[in-house]
């Protein structure tokens, strides 16, 4: 199992009064490091702090979110060199001296610092200070739907456009299989990517609906314009089997190449699958931990119940005790999915990628249009 850091946040203070509004936050905020200018002597601050730019330089990319009790201008300044893009940012948040207004300041939808401020507004009675169009207007943004639905955004500088198309209330076109949109974009337009209508693709042209932004969510790759919003699914499973002490890179380079060979997205992977008897295979390990991805092992009778195997093998079935590792393997992650890349071998690994099943179907349809 790959280990995932814990989301964490900072609370930086530069006034004696801050210090009880952290100590307010500290207690009912999770996994919370208090910095405290060591100018301020009564505090049990864990952390103390000489210059505030110096030590928010080595500790800004090292929390998931940052609340600053100063004012706007000191954290705009200090922050300033530090930002990278909205979706490396953690959420920024400026609460005034006295905690009468928290300011959602910095990555307010990928970064969650809308939804905390919320929640720091309360706890402190201060008032929630929130400024993107989506959330002032009521209208649902793109990238915090597909943050609550646990998409990955393959390309950020498209939700703008769509984003902008929502406040006008504009049509939007929509690929999305999955039904992950269904009845919550108004004004879409359901649209399949390589059907009849081939909006979706590079090189389609129409003045009426060039312009139009799109979403298309999907495991698959497609060549797409620049204005189409990608957003894709954890959606896809790969058994893997190998012999004792197999290398990482051959691991790695199979699956790289299973995936490109079937236009199957790598950001879709939601997990690796195995036999249990490979629980401690340093090439496997190894792999998960370069992939940031966990690794689900079974045992032998669970992958021997397994239905659908395509490629059944009497010599794993001898030297294991099952007949299958890789497709079963897949299968079982991806909760009885379907196996959409039978076995694929070298000569010491085997990779199958399976397809979690979903409660929808291509002919259902899956956006409201009204």
């Known amino acids: 199992m790959v280990s995932v850091k814990k989301d964490k946040t900072a609370i930086w203070v530069i006034t004696p009064n801050g210090t009880r509004l952290a100590d307010t936050l500290s207690m009912n905020v999770s996994d919370v490091d208090v910095y405290v200018s060591q100018n301020i002597r009564e505090t049990t601050a864990c952390f103390k702090f000489r210059s505030l730019s110096g030590t928010l330089e080595k500790k800004f990319h090292q929390y998931t979110g940052h609340i600053f009790i100063m004012s706007t201008g000191i954290v705009v300044r200090v922050i300033a060199p530090l930002i990278r893009h909205k979706t490396e940012d953690p959420a920024v948040f400026v609460v005034d001296d006295r905690g009468i207004h928290a300011i959602s300041l910095l990555s307010g939808h990928l970064g969650g610092a809308n939804e905390l401020d919320q929640k720091i507004a309360v706890l402190l009675d201060a008032k929630p200070v929130i400024t993107t169009a989506t959330d002032v207007n009521k209208v649902p943004a793109i990238d915090v739907l597909a943050k609550e639905k646990s998409l990955f955004i393959e390309n950020p500088q498209a939700i703008k456009a769509v984003n902008m198309a929502l406040l006008k209330g504009e049509k939007i076109h929509v690929h999305d299989p999955f039904g992950f949109f269904a009845k919550c974009l108004p004004n879409s ?24 932004p799109g979403v298309y969510v999907d495991d698959i790759k497609a060549e797409l314009p620049a204005r189409i919003l990608t957003l894709r699914p954890a959606s896809l499973v790969a058994g893997i089997g190998c012999n004792r002490n197999t290398g990482m890179e051959e691991m790695k380079a199979l699956l790289q190449d299973v995936l490109e060979t079937n236009n199957l997205a790598s950001s879709s992977l939601k997990c690796m699958a195995s036999i249990d008897v490979k629980a401690d295979e340093p090439g496997l390990i190894a792999l998960a931990e370069n992939l940031g991805l966990t690794v689900i092992f079974f045992t032998r009778q669970e992958l021997n119940q397994v239905k659908g195997i395509k490629n059944p093998s009497t010599i794993v079935e001898k030297h294991v005790g099952v007949k299958s590792v890789c497709e079963a393997a897949a299968i ?13 071998t070298t000569q010491n690994v085997t990779i199958a990628i399976a397809r979690i099943n979903c409660s929808w179907s291509v002919s259902d349809p899956v956006i409201s249009t009204t």
């Open 189 to 212: 337009e359901p649209r399949t990517y390589g059907g009849t209508k081939k909006y979706f693709e590079k090189d389609y042209r129409d003045k009426e609906l060039e312009d139009v």
């Open 332 to 344: 079982q992650a991806a909760q009885n999915g379907t196996l959409i890349v039978p076995k694929q």
